[in-house]
Every structure is written in C-alpha cells, then in structure tokens.
RNA sequence: CGGGGCGUAGCGCAGCCUGGUAGCGCAUCUGCUUUGGGAGCAGAGGGUCGCAGGUUCAAAUCCUGCCGCCCCGACCA
C-alpha cells in the first residue's frame, strides 16, 4: 500500500478527550473515530488491526473444533422473555420497537439465540458435540462508556457456545476453550493470565477470565509470578485428547491468579511464597463460561439419547473481546513515540521509507524495493509521500509497525537500507539484494 | 445516576470576567528555497462561536432552558 493512496488521517496533536495511552494513539494514528459515546468507526488502519485479530481468532477456533457461523445484531425480544433474561438485562440492553410494534433489541450476547437454533435444529444426542461461533457487534449499553474501544457500548466480540450431551463432555468442551484461549492471545503476542472468575448476568457454575497486564487496566490483579515466568507459545495440543487438554488447564489453574472481585488475601498468601506473589493492573480480554442447563432448560433444549430419554443440554459460552483487544494490546505494547505492534498484529509487516520523494535515483530504488517486497507476499506500507525526512519518521514510529526500511540518497549510493526494528529501535544496514529475503525471515518467524 | 470540567476553523487553544460583529499555533492550498528525526520565506482559503429562547441600539461575551463530549465513582467483553 502506498501511503499516498491510504486513509490514515494522523493527529499532530494529541486530541483532549483521550486520556489513556491507547485510545490516545487509536485516535492519532487515524485508526478510529468517535461517532457518539461509546460508538465508534474503524478507518482502514484500525480495521487491518481488527482484521489481524479476527484471523488469530478464526485460525485458533478452528483448530479447537469451532464453527463459524453469523446470528444478527437485532434479536426479537420473545427469546429473551423464554430465558427470563428479558426484564433481568436491565438498562444495559438496547431496546427497540419496529413500525408493528414488535419488541426487538440490540443483541448484547447471543446464549439465547443460539439455544433457540440448536433446540429447532438438533434432535438426536448423535448431532452433539456442537461448538458454534461468531463474531458480531454487539451493543451493551453502559453507564459510562470510556477510553476509546476499551469499554465501548457498541463493540465486536467473538462469542461462541457449546452443546453437549452430558457434564463431563460439557467440562471437556470448556477446557478444550480455555486451552485455545491461551493459544489465540499467545498468538497476538500477548500473555492472558486465566483468571477464576464471577460468573455475573451470563450466569452459571464456572469461569474463567483472560487478563492481560497494562498499568490503565480496569482491573486490579493478583497471581504467582509464575504466570510470566510460563512459555505461552509452548501450548501446542491434541485438541482430542482430553486428558492432555485437561492437564494444560490444571496446569495454569493451580496457580493462584485473581481478580481484585474475588481475591482471597488469606489463600493468596497460604498458596503463593512472598516473593513470589505479583499485584498489578489488567484488561479483561475474554471469558469463558460453564453453565450446564441454565438456558437448554427454560428454553426446553433437549435431545433423545442413546436410551430414548429426553436430556438437557450442556452448555458454556466463551467471549473474546476483539475490539477491545485492539486497545488492549496497544496499552500492553508501545512506548513513547507510538504504538509497537506484535508482528501477528500489525496493519502492516513493515514501513518502507522513501527519504527524498522525487528524487529519481532514490525513487527507483524504493520502487523496486516495493515490488519485490510486495511479491514476495509480505504487506508494506510505502511512504512514498513528499514529506520531509523527520515527519516521516516520527509517524512510522507512531503507527508501530514492527520493521522500517528506510531509504534515501546516501543508502542508495551505498546499496544500503537501513532496517529499524521498531520494538528495539535497533538499525542495521542491509545490502538491497538480500533485504527482502532478510524481511521475508523477519516478519515470518513465529512470534516469541 | 451523583460529583467535576468542557463545547470558538480539520486539530490544539486564546478571547467571555469588564457586550461593539472573531484571533493565535499547527494543518490545508499556491510559489520559491530547502531536504537523513515534525524546514524557511511570501501569499491564500477556511468559522451558523453546540442548539433554542431572552436582555440590549448591539451578544462568542450577560440570563434561562436544552443537547453533546470528557474525567472521577457505583456496573461490565
């Protein structure tokens, strides 16, 4: 992509409604734009960042036995009256009346709409195991929306919901998430400490949530340190195996880890070694629910079994705030020139940098330096505007992508490109003839 | 919902107290000179001063009501 033929409205200044570091830079780097409190949109960069994530979510769901499917935003408000959690909702839930006067409202999860699917749909205890998904809007309408996408009304989430014919396959399918949840943070770069939780308005026996660490998270935290000490890249699994999968979640569960909600300050010291005990600040990334019956039974979701008889199923439900994480690894990842970006993530693999715009020798080197980077399949971001040399730096720093190669007069010259890693500001000067196999290397190795 | 703050050009702000018909920086456009970490000079364009009433010869400025946004608290992916 050419920079003079993107959208990517950078701020000078920083803008005065933005406290918090991420929804400042969002806003700076043109990634998003408020339309009202709480609702955003995404301008291209943002939404590359979003789709990024939506891909490690989709790869990971898949890989743990997801499917994906797409209910609406608008739901009728009958399915709610069936789970009782119509007048429960309260005001959080948008409410809306169409031209027949029928009861609708904004969809603020979908347990309901799903159980009504797999209760019309599914008879027979040899349809099951069921783990469905989407990813979808949803809209919650909070007291005080704030900092950016991190608490929006209007937000995007992955939520999917399992159905199984007995408890123990149910608990087996709930592992089976809380396994790939590790995996899919670990693949944006990020450490999502599982964190026993509340089960709140979704209801239900078990929870669990995922919190990654940032000094502006909403919640205070506390665990064993050997939560960072783990290698969260190391999960790999046999999503079939359920006595393995069950040992990756009693092996991150029988560490102390907390949410200021629930922490217990007597378990926390018995369990966990003075020095060993980290307090902090977290954002909520995702949470995973086991909820057994709670909704098959009132909504009558029951299926024949091997002996002919009518049985419940079992259910959870498992959330990922996608919009949110946008935020959340913003917060995690940047410095004080902009936003570092873990590569998994990044709205581009790296910036090319034209120095002197004009220029024909150090035009035609960049120009095929954007060819043969391009072909050979990574996603560059070519500054090929006329801007000066220092703006062009400060806004590639700014934006965070991971790698900059710059060129100008004197590299040309040389043969040379200079190669910034952005996380460590460490530049390097690279022979044009091997630069892009050297990218190539870079921007594929798989994130530690 | 309680408490605090703010709405003036795309962005950041001054002007308001003490009414006289709108200004600064950055950005934008044109030209020239520059060009390896947010350039210089010269010129230009751009504003129903959040909205609606009221007071007044005259309102960004004073009064009343409303709307929106931000921050702190109780709730939440």
Redesign the pocket.
């Known amino acids: 992509m050419r920079l003079s033929k993107f959208f990517m409205p950078?701020?000078?200044?920083?803008?005065?409604?933005a406290?918090i570091v991420s929804h400042r830079l969002m806003l700076r780097c043109g990634m998003i734009r408020?339309e009202?409190?709480?609702i955003y949109s995404w301008l291209p960069l943002g939404f590359r960042v979003l789709t990024k994530i939506m891909d490690i979510v989709r790869e990971e769901q898949a890989r743990a036995g997801g499917l994906e499917m797409l209910m609406p935003t608008i739901q009728p408000a009958s399915l709610w009256r069936e789970s009782g959690r119509y007048d429960d909702y309260g005001k959080?839930m948008l409410r809306i009346t169409d031209r027949r006067d029928n009861e609708l409202l904004y969809g603020p999860t979908n347990e309901e709409m799903i159980t009504s699917i797999v209760k019309s749909s599914v008879q027979s205890y040899k349809d099951l195991p069921l783990n469905l998904y989407h990813i979808q809007w949803k809209f919650?309408d909070?007291?005080?929306?704030?900092?950016g996408v991190m608490?929006?009304r209007e937000?995007l989430?992955k939520d999917g919901y399992s159905f199984d014919l007995t408890e123990e396959a149910g608990r087996e399918a709930y592992n089976r998430m809380f396994v790939s949840y590790l995996r899919t943070f670990a693949a944006m770069g990020l450490k999502a400490i599982p964190m026993r939780a509340e089960t709140?308005?979704?209801g239900g026996n078990e929870s669990h949530?995922f919190l990654i660490l940032a000094e502006t998270g909403?919640?205070g935290v506390f665990f064993d340190k050997a939560f960072l000490e783990k290698d969260w890249s190391g999960v790999d699994i046999d999503y079939d195996d359920a006595g393995a999968v069950a040992g990756v979640v009693k092996e991150f569960t029988s560490l102390y880890a907390a949410t200021e909600d629930i922490h217990d300050p007597a378990a926390f010291e018995r369990e966990v070694p003075e020095d060993r005990r980290v307090s902090g600040r977290g954002i909520?990334?995702?949470?995973i629910f086991f909820f057994g019956t709670k909704y098959s039974k009132p909504m009558g979701c029951a299926v024949q079994g091997p002996d002919g008889k009518e049985v419940y199923l079992q259910s959870g439900s498992y959330?990922?705030?996608v919009?949110?994480l946008v935020a959340g690894i913003i917060e995690a990842s940047h410095d004080e020139?902009g936003i570092i970006w873990p590569q998994p993530v990044a709205p581009f693999d790296l910036g090319l940098i034209n120095?002197?715009q004009?220029d024909a020798a150090t035009d035609g080197a960049c120009e095929k330096l954007y060819e043969e980077l391009s072909n050979a399949g990574l996603d560059v971001l070519y500054d090929d505007r006329s801007d000066?040399?220092?703006?062009k730096?400060?806004?590639m720093?700014?934006i965070g992508l991971p790698w900059q190669v710059?060129?100008?007069?004197?590299?040309v010259k040389s043969g040379m490109a200079?190669v910034?890693n952005r996380a460590t500001g460490e530049k390097t000067d690279v022979p044009f003839d091997t630069l892009t196999g050297l990218m190539l290397d870079k921007c594929t190795e798989v994130y530690a």
């Open positions: 950078v701020l000078r200044d920083d803008p005065k409604e406290e408020q009202t409190g709480g959080e919650r909070e007291i005080r929306p704030r900092f608490r929006g937000f989430m709140g308005p979704i949530e909403e919640s909520e990334v995702g949470q959330g990922i705030g919009s949110r020139a120095l002197r004009g000066r040399a220092g703006e730096f400060t806004r720093d700014l710059v060129i100008g007069p004197r590299g200079e910034k």
